[in-house]
């Protein structure tokens, strides 16, 4: 676990400094703990810093929690979801804070240990569930849910061509025995996929898999409720930094930012008036992605697209 390395790592705690060197005893917001990576330089880059470390994933707490203990008090883990991030903060005494960190998506602790459910090249329980503690899981939801549901999950969060294929086989499939194998729905999925598809574009179930990890952790939900309250967190001057690892989170994100950072003067005003000017800026203007040399050492962050944003105004 310690070997982990941490997406973007350097490109985060260079976005993230001039928001924490404002204030004398800055706050930061790590709001996908994880394995503590990023928090970890953060705190040993600014010794005045405090960073608050959110994760709904018990596991991973423990594993950052024994990571950061050199730092003491000024790490403090919470388990919850990022969505509640507006009440985490004032019960943590604070107004507003310098920054706030979001690594999307699923981590490489979940993807690599066997028994999360989330992997589909090799055999588990179909669980999904980033926290385990609570919610159903995704064998629960396959064996349960209603074909139109299924369907839908598909098509929305895996962007799956061929959801009513694969969610009949799955109809079919748990008539007979509950669907509980997460190799036994990704060789289903397979089965289902033509030919000529199989043959391109990795393995045909990273798709299913995705869509169903969305929906058991309602994670495109979370982000919805989690970006608007993570910037009216931030202090003038504080940033937001959010890494996105597919397309349907990073829609999510640019439309929140790009929409905070556009003036809403009436266009026939000669100047901009202060109450319609747009309280946030763009840090990034679109977005990044890794460089080479990061691609060479971290595989995992080819998909990352990272975008950042400034409060500017009260």
């Known amino acids: ?4 390395v941490s997406v973007m790592l350097d490109r985060c705690v260079a976005l993230l400094s001039p928001a924490i060197e404002k204030t004398p005893r800055p706050i930061v917001i790590d ?21 608050i470390g959110i994760d709904r994933d018990l596991e991973a707490i423990a594993i950052a929690t024994s990571r950061l203990a050199e730092f003491g008090d000024r790490f403090r883990a919470v388990h919850a979801v990022y969505d509640e991030i507006e009440n985490i903060v ?8 310098n920054g706030i960190l979001f690594d999307l998506g699923i981590s490489s602790m979940q993807v690599d240990e066997n028994s999360r459910g989330f992997s589909y090249s090799q055999d588990a329980p179909l669980d999904m569930r980033m926290d385990r503690s609570q919610g159903q899981s995704a064998s629960d939801l396959i064996n349960s849910g209603t074909r139109e549901n299924l369907i839908m999950i598909l098509r929305k969060y895996g962007e799956e061509r061929f959801a009513p294929r694969i969610v009949d086989a799955i109809l079919r499939e748990r008539e ?38 969305i929906a058991v952790n309602d994670e495109l939900g979370a982000l919805t409720r989690a970006i608007p309250q993570s910037m009216d967190s931030l202090m003038i001057g504080g940033r937001l ?12 994100v640019k439309e929140f930012f790009v929409k905070a950072s556009t ?4 266009r026939e005003l000669p100047v901009e008036l202060p109450q319609f000017a747009a309280k946030f800026s763009l ?3 679109s977005s990044e992605v890794p460089t080479e040399n990061e691609l060479l050492e971290n595989p995992r962050s080819q998909s990352v697209r990272l975008r950042a944003i400034e409060r500017v105004a009260a």
Do not use: C, W
């Open 263 to 266: 003036s809403t003067s009436p």
């Open 90 to 97: 004032a019960s943590s005494g604070f107004k507003k804070v």
């Open 1 to 4: 676990m310690a070997t982990h």
């Open 176 to 213: 007979i025995s509950p669907i509980n194998s997460t190799i036994r729905l990704a060789e289903l999925v397979k089965e289902n996929i033509p030919a000529a598809t199989r043959r391109t574009g990795g393995n045909p179930a990273k798709r299913t898999f995705q869509a169903l990890r």
């Open 241 to 252: 930094v959010v890494m996105s690892f597919q397309s349907l989170e990073d829609r999510i």
């Open 283 to 285: 840090i990034v203007k």
């Open 31 to 51: 709001a996908t703990l994880g394995l503590g990576g990023h928090s970890q330089a953060l705190l040993k880059k600014h010794p005045e810093l405090t960073v």
